[in-house]
C-alpha cells in the first residue's frame, strides 16, 4: 500500500503493528482507514487482462494500415470456405474471429505479394 501512496503509519496500523505515539492513527475513523485502503486499489491479478483476441486485432490492423487496407473492410468482404457454425462459448467465438483476422492478413500479404513484379537479381 505505501507504494500506491498511502501513508506508513496507516500501512502499520491497519496490519496491526505498534506505530508511534506521534502519529494518533488509532485516533481516525474506521471509514477514514477504510477509504486510504479503497484508494489503494490493491489486487492480486493484474489490472490489465491480456486479451489476446484483442491484441491479435490491433497488430494484424497496424499490419494493413500500414498496407493502406482496412482491417474491417477485408474481414467483411473475406470469403468463408467453411460451413455456417455457431461457437458454443465465448472463447470458441474469440477463436474463430482471431483465425479469421489471420486468414485475412495471410490472404491480403500473398495476393500484394503475387501482384509485385518478379524482377530477378542483376548480378
Known amino acids: 500500500m505505501i507504494a500506491r501512496n498511502a501513508q506508513e ?3 502499520q496500523y491497519m496490519m496491526g503493528h ?3 505515539s506521534y502519529n494518533d492513527v488509532d485516533k481516525l475513523s474506521t471509514e477514514f482507514l477504510r477509504e486510504v485502503y479503497a484508494k489503494a486499489d490493491l489486487r492480486i491479478r493484474s489490472r490489465a487482462q491480456y486479451n489476446k ?5 490491433e497488430v ?3 499490419i494493413l494500415r500500414g498496407m493502406g487496407l482496412n482491417l ?4 467483411k468482404s473475406y470469403p468463408s470456405a467453411e460451413p455456417h457454425r455457431t461457437p458454443a462459448n465465448q472463447e470458441a467465438r ?3 474471429q ?3 483476422y489471420l486468414a485475412t492478413l495471410v490472404d491480403t500479404i500473398r495476393r500484394k505479394t503475387q501482384t509485385l513484379p518478379q524482377n ?3 548480378s
Do not use: H
Open 72 to 75: 474491417d473492410d477485408l474481414v
Open 60 to 62: 494484424v490492423g497496424e
Open 9 to 11: 503509519s496507516y500501512v
Open 18 to 20: 505498534v506505530v508511534d
Open 98 to 100: 482471431l483465425q479469421l
Open 120 to 122: 530477378p537479381p542483376t
Open 94 to 96: 474469440d477463436e474463430q
Open 53 to 57: 483476441l484483442e491484441m491479435a486485432k
